[in-house]
């Protein structure tokens, strides 16, 4: 089972650019969220979507869009890199309604922004 | 504001020795999930606890969450090397309702063989 798919697992971006952090789940999960990682500040949500064609922005949207076309896949784009965009990047499903729940996550994306 | 304190941030122990980190809030929340990250890896989950004073074990490893639901903890008895890794206690964010997480700033464990 492959669960949650992120790619790519690496990138370096220039200050400027724009590029899209893809993410697939295969286990028909209705729930699917973006997720940054800082050191010293755990995960912040920055969009999430309840079901193809509806998303939504978290904490810490600010430079980043996300669609939602399929159930399967939740890409996140960053318009304009900028350095404070340098982070790890986890994208996660999960099923039914909290507490009855379980995030799923990805391996994660490390992008650094020069 | 949502904020869950956890502590110690770092803890380096050897082997076979027990500890215990903590998760701490000034708010109340409904529930709270434990998760588990490793190295290049996304968090997993290891427990949900939903009732005030409830007490789950999963092998070595001891959840227990206060009666008035603003803090948690987890003991790790006998630990070993495969329990290296950063721990996350999250709860829901309550802005969204829609199974996102509020995450607290981790500990981060290394046992030493």
């Known amino acids: 089972n492959a669960g949650v798919t992120q790619t790519p697992k690496f990138q370096v971006l220039k200050t400027g650019q724009s590029m899209t952090l893809q993410c697939a789940q295969d286990m028909n999960h209705e729930y699917m969220s973006w997720y940054r990682q800082d050191p010293g500040m755990g995960l912040r949500l920055i969009h999430y979507s309840v079901g193809a064609g509806i998303t939504d922005q978290g904490e810490v949207p600010n430079g980043y869009n996300v669609s939602r076309s399929t159930t399967e896949d939740f890409p996140l784009r960053l318009l304009s890199a900028a350095p404070s965009q340098t982070s790890v990047y986890f994208c996660?499903?999960?099923?039914?309604?909290?507490?009855?729940?379980?995030?799923?996550f990805g391996q994660g994306t490390r992008l650094t922004v020069v | 504001t949502q904020l869950l304190e956890q502590s110690p941030q770092f803890l380096s122990i050897q082997e076979g020795e027990n500890l215990t980190v903590y998760c701490n809030s000034s708010s109340v929340f409904s529930s709270l999930q434990w998760y588990r990250q490793e190295p290049g890896e996304g968090p997993v989950l290891l427990v949900t606890?939903?009732?005030?004073?409830e007490v789950k074990k999963l092998k070595r490893l001891t959840f227990q969450f206060g009666d008035a639901r603003k803090d948690s903890s987890l003991h790790i008895t006998a630990a070993q090397p495969g329990d290296t890794g950063l721990y996350l206690c999250?709860?829901?964010?309550?802005?969204?309702?829609?199974?996102?997480?509020?995450f607290g700033t981790g500990t981060r464990l290394t046992v030493i063989p």
């Open positions: 606890v939903v009732t005030g004073g």
């Open positions: 999250a709860g829901p964010l309550d802005q969204t309702g829609a199974n996102n997480l509020f």
């Open positions: 996660a499903s999960s099923y039914s309604k909290w507490p009855n729940t379980e995030a799923f």
